[in-house]
């Protein structure tokens, strides 16, 4: 089954009700939006054969999701890739993907538009649909397949495990359309809702507001740090929460104190959801009757914990043996059911790696308690997320150790108020001895060659010069012990 065959049931049962509004500026109809979805297929299948892949790298707009739609539309599997990017890694990406075809801007979508309209596809349940890059341990991304399949399983969970969606709801895309928010698009693309692109095309927290009370009933998918700044933004501004049906949080830890000043501002409308790219927004789940269970003897434990398995698949802790943990031990999370990928694009080693006797081993330590609810507790991969954004150590290490001054280098996550966290590398130079004005010049040499090679996002923070670094006996960098260093007064 096609996926946009949802949008094709809306135009035909629903065809005047409003499917996307820019702001608060109706923007499409369910039958004008499947019109320029079936053109922009049209022109799209003019050059592509069914399957082929197209890259999405442009940020959030209303014409993002008629480039989505025109993909599937056409039998195609989408790329989407995070704009903010660096240029170098939205190439790696699109040449890694063998993507024939990137939608950069808006207009790209305005002249596929003008295509002859096809009729919708159909699709085999296990086509790719969407390949989802996410960063690997080296630093070099790897696309996760997603099959039609596997994103309907993704949708019917969030209505059982999540939130239900009422044909009057709207989706909120302050997040980017290549990661989360965009997942879920297809839950109210099922209900036949509306989905609101603010204007700014991404997150400002008084846009946000003043689009909760524009349109009622709004739900979005946001990263910890969004959560808290729309939260003080709200608490300080005393805006009503009136319109807001469900912030659905994840890709980062919420810190308690963090919930509960959310929990001020909101009331119980937020619900966390732990998942990965390998299997979308779809581990496990703590919902909004959790959150709202003050009466239970172990709320605020349950409120520091991800919650329970989806419905949709099944979640053990196993230790390195393959061997499954009893309830209070440590273990690493194992995931398997329909929504987990089939493997990493042309990646057959990072797959065999990953997908073990049908389980997905994602890399996340966790304890799981004796009433199902997991908790995580370290990542096994050293991942750093910052502002709801993955980066892996490795990839900005290797860019430090471009500058000839740079002996070794070593990057981990610091905790951070604001951005959940934030990175700082531990530099060693070749020579011994600089001076403080030789220091600083090194500083801004680095934060430039990060500019020119990474996102600036991943970028170091703090830079900490030292003269060596902490290793073990097989001479491999102990990060718990810089972690430490940073800890200790």
């Not at 987990?340 to 308690?369: C, H, I, K, Q």
């Given at each position: 089954m096609n996926l946009v065959a949802w949008l094709d049931r809306a135009a035909r049962a629903n065809p005047a009700a409003p499917a996307?509004?820019?702001?608060?500026?109706?923007?499409?109809?369910?039958?004008?939006?499947?019109?320029?979805?079936?053109?922009?297929?049209?022109?799209?299948?003019?050059?592509?054969?069914?399957?082929?892949?197209?890259?999405?790298?442009?940020?959030?707009?209303?014409?993002?999701?008629?480039?989505?739609?025109?993909?599937?539309?056409?039998?195609?599997?989408?790329?989407?890739?995070?704009?903010?990017?660096?240029?170098?890694?939205?190439?790696?990406?699109?040449?890694?993907?063998?993507?024939?075809?990137?939608?950069?801007?808006?207009?790209?979508?305005?002249?596929?538009?003008?295509?002859?309209?096809?009729?919708?596809?159909?699709?085999?349940?296990?086509?790719?649909?969407?390949?989802?890059?996410?960063?690997?341990?080296?630093?070099?991304?790897?696309?996760?397949?997603l099959s039609h399949r596997n994103l309907a399983q993704m949708t019917f969970s969030y209505s059982l495990d999540v939130d239900a969606v009422p044909a009057t709801g709207r989706l909120l895309h302050a997040a980017p359309l290549s990661h989360g928010s965009g997942l879920y698009n297809f839950t109210h693309l099922a209900k036949a809702a509306a989905q609101v692109v603010p204007e700014s095309g991404g997150f400002d927290a008084a846009e946000v507001l003043d689009l909760l009370e524009a349109h009622g009933d709004v739900s979005f998918f946001a990263a910890p740090t969004m959560v808290k700044r729309l939260a003080d933004a709200a608490i300080q501004s005393g805006a009503s929460s009136n319109g807001l049906r469900t912030i659905v949080y994840g890709g980062g830890p919420m810190y308690l104190a963090d919930l509960e000043r959310a929990t001020q501002a909101f009331g119980h409308r937020l619900a966390q959801i732990y998942g990965q790219g390998e299997s979308p927004m779809t581990i496990t789940a703590l919902s909004r009757q959790h959150h709202a269970d003050v009466a239970h003897p172990r709320h605020r434990e349950r409120l520091s914990s991800v919650g329970l398995p989806h419905s949709v698949v099944q979640v053990t802790l196993r230790d390195p043996s393959g061997r499954q943990v009893p309830a209070g031990e440590v273990g690493e999370v194992c995931v398997r059911?329909?929504?987990?990928?089939?493997?990493?694009?042309?990646?057959?080693?990072?797959?065999?790696?990953?997908?073990?006797?049908?389980?997905?081993?994602?890399?996340?330590?966790?304890?799981?308690?004796?009433?199902?609810?997991?908790?995580?507790?370290?990542?096994?991969?050293?991942?750093?997320?910052?502002?709801?954004?993955?980066?892996?150590?490795?990839?900005?290490?290797?860019?430090?150790?471009?500058?000839?001054?740079?002996?070794?280098?070593?990057?981990?996550?610091?905790?951070?108020?604001?951005?959940?966290?934030?990175?700082?590398?531990?530099?060693?130079?070749?020579?011994?001895?600089?001076?403080?004005?030789?220091?600083?010049?090194?500083?801004?040499?680095?934060?430039?060659?990060?500019?020119?090679?990474?996102?600036?996002?991943?970028?170091?923070?703090?830079?900490?010069?030292?003269?060596?670094?902490?290793?073990?006996?097989?001479?491999?960098v102990v990060k718990s012990e810089l972690r430490a260093t940073m800890a200790a007064p």
């Amino acid at each position: 089954m096609n996926l946009v065959a949802w949008l094709d049931r809306a135009a035909r049962a629903n065809p005047a009700a409003p499917a996307i509004f820019h702001g608060r500026r109706r923007w499409a109809s369910y039958s004008e939006l499947a019109g320029r979805a079936a053109a922009v297929a049209g022109a799209l299948r003019a050059e592509l054969a069914p399957g082929e892949r197209v890259a999405i790298a442009m940020p959030n707009d209303p014409a993002y999701l008629v480039a989505l739609y025109g993909i599937w539309w056409a039998g195609l599997a989408a790329v989407p890739v995070n704009a903010k990017l660096h240029a170098k890694e939205i190439d790696f990406i699109v040449a890694d993907s063998g993507a024939r075809r990137v939608i950069a801007a808006p207009a790209d979508v305005e002249r596929l538009a003008r295509g002859t309209p096809l009729p919708l596809a159909d699709a085999d349940p296990q086509a790719l649909a969407w390949l989802f890059y996410t960063s690997g341990t080296t630093g070099r991304p790897k696309g996760a397949m997603l099959s039609h399949r596997n994103l309907a399983q993704m949708t019917f969970s969030y209505s059982l495990d999540v939130d239900a969606v009422p044909a009057t709801g709207r989706l909120l895309h302050a997040a980017p359309l290549s990661h989360g928010s965009g997942l879920y698009n297809f839950t109210h693309l099922a209900k036949a809702a509306a989905q609101v692109v603010p204007e700014s095309g991404g997150f400002d927290a008084a846009e946000v507001l003043d689009l909760l009370e524009a349109h009622g009933d709004v739900s979005f998918f946001a990263a910890p740090t969004m959560v808290k700044r729309l939260a003080d933004a709200a608490i300080q501004s005393g805006a009503s929460s009136n319109g807001l049906r469900t912030i659905v949080y994840g890709g980062g830890p919420m810190y308690l104190a963090d919930l509960e000043r959310a929990t001020q501002a909101f009331g119980h409308r937020l619900a966390q959801i732990y998942g990965q790219g390998e299997s979308p927004m779809t581990i496990t789940a703590l919902s909004r009757q959790h959150h709202a269970d003050v009466a239970h003897p172990r709320h605020r434990e349950r409120l520091s914990s991800v919650g329970l398995p989806h419905s949709v698949v099944q979640v053990t802790l196993r230790d390195p043996s393959g061997r499954q943990v009893p309830a209070g031990e440590v273990g690493e999370v194992c995931v398997r059911g329909d929504v987990v990928m089939s493997g990493y694009w042309n990646n057959p080693e990072a797959t065999a790696g990953a997908l073990r006797a049908g389980w997905l081993w994602t890399g996340d330590l966790g304890v799981m308690d004796a009433d199902g609810f997991l908790t995580l507790k370290d990542r096994s991969k050293d991942l750093i997320v910052s502002g709801g954004s993955n980066i892996y150590p490795r990839e900005v290490e290797e860019v430090l150790l471009r500058h000839p001054a740079v002996a070794e280098a070593s990057v981990v996550g610091r905790a951070d108020p604001e951005w959940g966290e934030s990175v700082v590398a531990f530099v060693v130079l070749r020579e011994a001895s600089a001076s403080a004005h030789e220091i600083e010049g090194l500083r801004l040499e680095l934060d430039r060659l990060c500019l020119e090679h990474i996102a600036r996002f991943k970028r170091p923070k703090e830079y900490r010069f030292v003269q060596g670094l902490p290793k073990n006996n097989y001479g491999k960098v102990v990060k718990s012990e810089l972690r430490a260093t940073m800890a200790a007064p």
